[in-house]
């Protein structure tokens, strides 16, 4: 993994681990988890998605919401135009 490009991100999953398989066959699952930060009602979330591929992503197969993760790898930003508005919109 490249050092200048990593993260961490240990919470707990939102909904159910979506598994997929792409066309060339590779194992695919996409997380959504759920980064919860404070205490009490002053508790804030982070909802961030995480994509798995390979012998990797076979480690999530039934993960549940709910199940508390860690996963580790590199951040990166997709950027789009938005339909409606024709704006450049980003996610990481």
Known sequence: MNDH???R????LAKDAEVRVSQKG?????L?????SGE??????????VKVFGEQATRFEGAEKGSRV???????QDS??????????YKH
């Open 70 to 76: 860690c996963v580790m790898g590199a951040i990166t």
């Open 26 to 30: 590779t194992p695919m699952v996409f």
């Open 5 to 7: 490009n990593s993260i």
């Open 9 to 12: 991100i240990t919470g707990w």
């Open 40 to 49: 009490g009602g002053q508790s804030r979330h982070c909802w961030i998605d």
């Open 32 to 36: 959504n988890v759920d980064v919860s």
């Open 80 to 89: 789009w135009d938005d339909k409606a508005t024709g704006a450049k919109r």
